[in-house]
């Protein structure tokens, strides 16, 4: 499998949202929950598909900006990472991040990879200093990623959302820049 990774175009999106839905159908499958959705319910809203358009063709210093990267093996979209805008207009300074990986392609360094590209563009960009993420706390396989390529956990919030009869548990991480923010 040689995988390569690049930035999305708007041109990419109904691909990615094709590939959103069917990884999406792997919530708690064969493991613990990765999005917080109901297992049987579990793919991805059409109302957020416009922030996808919304964010690629927005400017950096733009309100809800978004910028992604597709995983792909030949034409076959196995990974995806973002990075977007806090919606708090005072931390313009930190990003979200998002990520996800095909159980296809999973345990053989995709996941790293994907971080890398996306730290280095972050890292490239004048004015940030943070990205942030969320990550249900059951998902140790993710939390575990996160640690190993240098995130700090900020934050736990215990029984966070009810999902399938289930109380989850939602943890914070935070990985500082090498650029800060001026």
């Known amino acids: 499998m040689h995988i390569a990774i690049r930035p999305a175009l708007p041109a990419d999106l109904t691909s990615f949202f094709a590939y959103l839905n069917e990884h999406l159908k792997d919530n708690g499958r064969d493991g613990p929950l990765f999005q917080p959705m109901p297992r049987a319910c579990s793919q991805f809203p059409v109302e957020k598909q416009a922030s996808f358009y919304h964010g690629l063709a927005t400017p950096l210093d733009g309100t809800g900006w978004r910028r992604l990267w597709l995983a792909m093996d ?100 935070a990985l500082r820049l090498h650029r800060q923010a001026g």
């Open 74 to 173: 030949g034409e076959r979209i196995v990974g995806h990472i973002d990075l977007r805008a806090r919606p708090e207009g005072a931390a313009r300074h930190r990003m979200l991040l998002g990520m996800g990986v095909d159980r296809a392609a999973r345990r053989c360094g995709l996941g790293m990879r994907l971080l890398q590209t996306a730290t280095e563009w972050a890292n490239a960009q004048p004015g940030f200093g943070w990205i942030d993420l969320e990550v249900l706390s059951v998902n140790e396989p993710a939390r575990a990623l996160y640690r190993k390529f240098g995130f700090v956990q900020t934050g736990e919030i215990d029984d966070m959302f009810r999902i399938d009869g289930e109380g989850l548990g939602y943890t914070f991480m």
